[in-house]
């Protein structure tokens, strides 16, 4: 029976834990194998990013702001609006020569007087969007690419005078999944709280 009783509460620990990580963590964290560094910005900066150009009017926010109620997944996403010029955001990944992957991310765009962006893999460009009108629901842009070595994704952008919002970006190679060790050491983590519980009752008896 205690055996049993041991049992429910690593699982209800287990179970905890998961959700707690799943309320903090981004989609893209969730994705085997992602490549991209802070995919859905949820450091509440840019870090592991590279910006340029014209950046001073993008941040990284969260809750509603302008149109949009919220991140795509997480807590936070990216709310680009460069005025007058684009600005850059760019990340150099290492990836496996001749290994396929896909390269994802999820925009959001109420087309304001002027709006672009484009997304690039080694310079060659997969999306080129003029006055895109989503509204405020996210929209997922897939592409299949193929890594040498060292691979750059890179996101150019402006938004006269609003702003475009960008979040959970991945790169994954195309082969099956595996489990996240993050989830085994949660598990764990369980199994440890729930022992400790058992010992403390135990005592307490």
Do not use: H, K
Not at 98 to 108: P, Q, S, V, W
């Amino acid at each position: 029976m205690r055996i049993l009783n041991l049992l429910v509460l690593v699982c209800a620990f287990a179970v905890m834990a998961l959700t707690l990580r799943a309320e903090s963590l981004s989609t893209c964290d969730s994705v085997a194998g992602n490549l991209v560094a802070n995919c859905g910005f949820e450091t509440g900066d840019f870090t592991g990013w590279t910006t340029g150009g014209n950046f001073e009017d993008s941040e990284i926010v969260t809750g509603t702001y302008y149109a949009y109620s919220g991140a795509n997944s997480g807590t936070y996403y990216a709310a680009l609006g460069p005025n007058g010029s684009d600005a850059t955001l760019s990340q150099t990944l290492s990836t496996g020569a001749g290994t396929d992957y896909t390269l994802a991310f999820y925009l959001a765009s109420i087309g304001d007087e002027f709006t672009d962006f484009s997304a690039y893999w080694n310079g060659t460009q997969l999306l080129s969007l003029t006055d895109p009108n989503s509204e405020t629901v996210y929209t997922l842009y897939t592409y299949s690419v193929t890594g040498t070595g060292t691979d750059t994704i890179q996101f150019d952008f402006r938004d006269d005078p609003g702003f475009t919002a960008l979040d959970d970006i991945s790169v994954a190679s195309d082969a099956s999944p595996v489990p996240e060790p993050g989830t085994f050491s949660l598990l764990f983590l369980g199994l440890g709280l729930g022992i400790a519980f058992m010992g403390r009752q135990r005592l307490l008896a």
